[in-house]
């Protein structure tokens, strides 16, 4: 993705309180116009929009929303413990390349 912006406004339909998208967010990304999702607050000015989509395939649907949950457990500990973070460095990461030297994947 490409990091756009997009500014949204308040909408009341009905009962139902919530955001309007302009057109353009249709145009640029019409595979999400229809999409449906959630709303996870961040903090009291920021939340992040998952939209889920439809893949068709069911083992990768499977495969997705575990990796999803996986991150987002990932995500929710990051937020709440900031101070156990560790930079991933330079040393971790040939570690890991030797680690995975003799490894082969089919």
Not at 10 to 33: E, I, M, T
Not at 36 to 42: A, K, M, R
Not at 56 to 61: A, K, R, V
Request: avoid cysteine; charged fraction near 30%.
């Amino acid at each position: 993705m490409d990091g756009k912006s997009y500014r949204i406004t308040h909408a009341k339909v009905g009962n139902q309180d919530g955001f309007r998208l302009p057109r353009v967010f249709s145009q640029d990304y019409p595979h999400l116009a229809n999409a449906s999702g959630y709303i996870e607050v961040l903090s009291e000015n920021t939340f992040l929009v998952r939209l889920e989509t439809d893949n068709g395939d069911e083992t990768d649907e499977t495969e997705s929303i575990m990796m999803s949950l996986f991150l987002d457990f990932l995500m929710k500990d990051a937020i709440k413990n900031p101070s156990v973070l560790v930079p991933y460095t330079k040393e971790m990461s040939d570690e890991m390349d030797d680690l995975l030297t003799d490894v082969i994947l089919d």
